[in-house]
């Protein structure tokens, strides 16, 4: 599976940016589909995750009323809508694709990476 990335761009606080994650190769509806994201000098961290059917979603605590994450399997896309965001939201953020069968928020669990997408939000 090969993962790319593309939305990251600058944004003011409080604005919006919709990311995109195009993937290629087999089978992308039977993985588990998740965005993570790394600040300068950070480790990188889960931001959310969706279920092969879309049906179950998990966040991280700090975006959870502000970002939403979906997929349509017929065009190969997981996307992740985020609203008022902070600067602490800037970071390169990457999509990741795992074959474990359940939304998961360990980076461990993530078998496929895209190359990332810069978000940078100015205050």
């Known amino acids: 599976v090969q993962l790319v990335e593309s939305g990251g761009r600058w944004v003011q606080a409080g604005g919006s940016l919709s990311l995109a994650c195009a993937a290629s190769g087999r089978a992308f509806g039977s993985y588990v589909m998740g965005w993570f994201r790394q600040a300068p000098g950070k480790e990188r961290e889960f931001v959310a995750s969706i279920s092969v059917s879309g049906a179950v979603t998990d966040y991280l605590d700090s975006v959870e009323d502000r970002f939403t994450i979906s997929r349509d399997n017929t065009k190969n896309t997981v996307f992740l809508q985020m609203n008022s965001l902070e600067p602490k939201d800037t970071a390169v953020y990457y999509c990741?694709?795992?074959?474990?069968?359940?939304?998961?928020?360990?980076?461990?669990?993530?078998?496929?990476w895209g190359q990332g997408t810069q978000v940078t939000v100015s205050s």
């Open positions: 990741a694709a795992s074959a474990v069968g359940y939304p998961t928020s360990s980076k461990y669990e993530y078998d496929y």
